[in-house]
């Protein structure tokens, strides 16, 4: 009897990875002999792959939410090898990160001014649309108290350090989850010790050194945190009015916090200066943090309006103390995505009327971009119809 048939190997999945956003390609390679590759993605069959020799690749839309993908091959033989990949976390496949010139959009300025008016304390907003760069800003110069926000700075900082994103039953992976999903002050203090080599203060200037060498000079962060909580205009970038507190303890900018978020998004296609930074940041690195964010638990507030909206994803950062509250992040949709950056502060304490201007911005920004990008395709199809 002749020996058994060894099994086809299964797909080797390059794109995407586990525990990762994805804006939709999917790729790898196969074994030789494969005749079909064919995807499902959370059990639906959404076709096959496209096979040049032992390469293939696909580019579909995915849920805004953490599913699985197996792709299955097939021989001339008729025999099947499967490989899945997950949790991925789909973006929209529109919103794949490219370079966009920022650029003035009146009519979002005048209703992002007139939320702003309406607020009874100081305040400081920045959208942007990433598809086109046109966008709005309000004292988007102008320093706050940073709160939690600067945790983002952190877990930059942790994964320049590290070779690899961490394992989720790790420790540095398990308290990086806390710090940003929960926004957890003593696994952020416990993450700046390990950066400092057991001191938070000495972590504390490792983060603010790699901001500084992100160009983000409006950011400052020192210590730990107390346990318990061209021929268009350009987005003007101002400071109106300006907490006295401003250069003690931690501080950022709407700004700055705009440009990390950016950052970020630029990051997970491969580009922009996160990836330029000395050390281990990668591409790999940027898609886990999106991917983290993505999950943070910490409602209503940009995703006050908008997070209910069907295929609508916020990933976001908030911060807050007694003074000062702030949210931060990225909204994508079907058609795009943009950056949304809201800051606030009163001296006689903020309050939940905070949480529901984020709302507002964001809400506002969604309905104007979507609007445009619409009013984009729709022009399109005039076009190019004959």
Same mark, same amino acid.
């Given at each position: 009897m002749p020996p058994a048939e060894p099994p086809p190997t299964p797909p080797a999945i390059y794109?995407?990875? !586990?525990?990762?956003? $994805? @804006?939709g390609q999917i790729k790898g390679r196969v074994a030789a002999g494969t005749r079909i590759v064919s995807i499902r993605v959370a059990g639906e069959y959404k076709g096959h792959a496209n096979l040049d020799g032992r390469r293939f690749w696909k580019t579909l839309s995915l849920p805004s939410r953490d599913v699985t993908i197996r792709i299955t091959t097939v021989n001339a033989m008729g025999d099947k090898a499967s490989s899945s990949v997950g949790p991925v976390y789909g973006l929209s496949r529109r919103a794949r990160p490219h370079a966009a010139k920022g650029s003035l959009d009146r009519a979002l300025q005048r209703k992002i001014r007139a939320l702003v008016d309406? @607020? !009874?304390g100081t305040s400081s907003v920045y959208v942007q649309d990433l598809l086109t760069g046109k966008g709005a800003a309000w004292n988007a110069r102008a320093r706050f108290m940073g709160a939690s926000t600067l945790k983002l700075g952190i877990a930059i900082e942790v994964l320049r350090v590290l070779s690899a994103k961490p394992a989720p039953d790790s420790q540095i992976g398990s308290l990086f989850r806390r710090m940003l999903v929960y926004s957890d002050n003593g696994a952020a203090n416990d993450l700046e010790a390990w950066l400092g080599g057991g001191s938070i203060y000495t972590g504390s200037a490792r983060v603010t050194a790699t901001l500084r060498a992100l160009g983000l000079y409006d950011s400052y962060i020192n210590g730990g945190y107390i346990l318990g909580t061209a021929d268009r205009a350009p987005i003007? /970038?101002?400071?109106?009015?300006?907490? $006295? *507190? @401003?250069?003690? +303890? %931690? *501080?950022t900018s709407a700004w700055d916090l705009a440009?990390? #978020? %950016?950052? /970020? #998004?630029? =990051?997970? +296609? =491969? #580009? +922009?200066? /996160? /990836? =330029?930074l000395s050390g281990h940041f990668t591409a790999s690195d940027a898609r886990f943090m999106l991917w983290t964010l993505a999950h943070v638990q910490d409602p209503g507030k940009l995703d006050r309006y908008v997070g209910s909206e069907p295929g609508v994803s916020v990933l976001h950062k908030a911060g807050w103390i007694s003074v000062a509250r702030h949210d931060s992040g990225l909204v994508y949709w079907q058609d795009g995505g943009f950056v949304a950056v809201l800051m606030t502060y009163r001296s006689t304490g903020v309050s939940s009327s905070s949480d529901v201007l984020a709302g507002q911005i964001a809400k506002t920004a969604f309905e104007h971009f979507s609007q445009a990008a619409a009013g984009a395709r729709s022009a399109s199809g005039r076009l190019f119809r004959f």
């Open positions: 794109a995407p990875a !586990p525990r990762e956003v $994805s @804006f309406a @607020f !009874p003007p /970038l101002n400071v109106v009015d300006q907490p $006295s *507190y @401003f250069n003690t +303890g %931690k *501080y440009r990390v #978020h %950016k950052f /970020l #998004h630029r =990051g997970a +296609g =491969g #580009h +922009g200066p /996160l /990836l =330029g």
